[in-house]
């Protein structure tokens, strides 16, 4: 199994360039999320996905979109990335029936100029 | 509103004592779920344990314990004779609103000193 994948591991993008992270999953989970991690403030939700075709709003969502067009994939679009986005990200993904807690990808670091 | 709070920002240990990192939450809901992850230098994010709000035992996991308090709104993580290798920052969390949403303290990170 490989669990959680997220791809790329490293990003650097220019301020209003936009880029998608890729989340992908193969356990069959109907929950994913994605987080940002910032130094000092812990994980923050962005958005969520409790099955295909349906998402929704976490903590911190402006400036990021998300679709869940497969039970597999969660995709986090930023559409004008600014400096302030400059974060670690991680993706998530869980179901009651497949044991407790998330399971983490590895993260992916994107740097703003 | 939902929160939780990690007070200790960093703590310093010498190895084989113990240690305790507290974790206080707030919410509304009768039905959440408390976590506790690990994260090494290398970054990922390690489960460590999930406690429903209805199981307030407390569990051991060989140098692992922790001990949830509903009256206190507390669930707090004990390393007993801690290792080198239980440098990391570890962070609480709480799921609410049927497990869907996830909030996460701002972690505490522990050195362990040989």
């Known amino acids: 199994n490989a669990g959680v994948t997220q791809t790329p591991k490293f990003q650097v993008l220019k301020t209003g360039q936009s880029m998608t992270l890729q989340c992908a999953q193969d356990?069959?989970?109907?929950?994913m999320s994605w987080y940002r991690q910032d130094p000092g403030m812990g994980l923050r939700l962005i958005h969520y996905?409790?099955?295909?075709?349906?998402?929704d709003q976490g903590e911190v969502p402006n400036g990021y979109n998300v679709s869940r067009s497969t039970t597999e994939d969660f995709p986090l679009r930023l559409l004008s990335a600014a400096p302030s986005q400059t974060s670690v990200y991680f993706c998530?993904?869980?179901?009651?029936?497949?044991?407790?807690?998330?399971?983490f990808g590895s993260g992916t670091r994107l740097t703003v100029v | 509103a939902q929160k939780v709070t990690q007070a200790q920002t960093e703590i310093s240990v010498v190895e084989k004592e113990d240690v305790t990192l507290d974790c206080v939450y707030e919410?509304?809901?009768?039905?959440?779920?408390l976590f506790w992850y690990k994260q090494p230098p290398s970054g990922e994010l390690v489960f460590l344990i999930r406690?429903?709000?209805?199981?307030?035992q407390n569990e051991i996991s060989g140098r692992y314990s922790w001990n949830f308090q509903k009256s206190t709104s507390s669930f707090n993580f004990t390393i007993t004779a801690s290792q080198v290798v239980d440098s990391a920052v570890y962070f609480c969390?709480?799921?609410?609103?049927?497990?869907?949403?996830?909030?996460f303290g701002a972690g505490t990170r522990l050195f362990v000193k040989a």
């Open positions: 998530a993904s869980s179901s009651p029936g497949a044991g407790p807690g998330y399971t």
């Open positions: 969390a709480l799921s609410y609103t049927g497990g869907f949403k996830t909030i």
């Open positions: 996905s409790v099955g295909a075709g349906i998402t």
């Open positions: 356990m069959n989970h109907e929950y």
């Open positions: 406690r429903n709000s209805f199981d307030e």
């Open positions: 919410t509304r809901d009768t039905t959440y779920y």
